[in-house]
């Protein structure tokens, strides 16, 4: 059995007005993501994990923001289509263990419910899901809260 690996990164600026999507869950923070999608950095960081393993580019070449198709669109549909690709060329998720970097809202008890809805839009185990939260320590743009960062391994084969 071949096996490969991806990994993602992303970054979205915090704004005003905005709702915040992380891991496909709403989450009650006093600011949003900034983006041409929902900007959930972390499904973001999974897709681009999961492309890259498969070696099928990246979710810009997939999900451009200059398409009026993906306008705001709910990043678990983004999600679920690059499972599809990833399955389309012959491979099936082994696991994802993926980190956020937020100074705020804490996120620690929101991860179960981002695993839950993570595992339903790629119709796999739960169990095959690790998303962790971090903080910078008050530095950087994720310190000064101007933003969230989100990366993800997955392991496929």
């Known amino acids: 059995m071949k096996i490969r690996v991806g990994f993602g990164y992303d970054v979205h600026r915090l704004v005003p007005d905005r709702e915040l999507w992380l891991g496909g869950i709403r989450l009650e923070h006093t600011a ?5 999608s929902d900007a959930d950095v972390l499904i973001h960081a999974i897709c681009d994990a999961l492309l890259g ?55 620690s008890p929101f991860i179960p419910a981002m695993k839950q809805s993570l595992a339903a839009a790629l119709s796999v185990p739960e169990a095959d899901i690790s998303i962790k939260a971090t903080t910078t320590e008050k530095l950087g743009f994720t310190g000064r809260q101007e933003g969230i960062a989100a990366y993800a391994t997955v392991l496929i084969g």
């Open 32 to 36: 949003g993501l900034s983006g041409h």
């Open 53 to 107: 393993a498969a070696n099928l580019r990246d979710i810009g070449f997939h999900f451009p923001d200059t398409s009026a198709d993906y306008k705001d669109i709910d990043s678990k549909i983004l999600l679920r289509h690059t499972m599809m690709l990833v399955r389309q060329a012959g491979y099936e998720l082994g696991n994802i263990d993926a980190t956020v970097a937020a100074e705020q809202p804490k996120l």
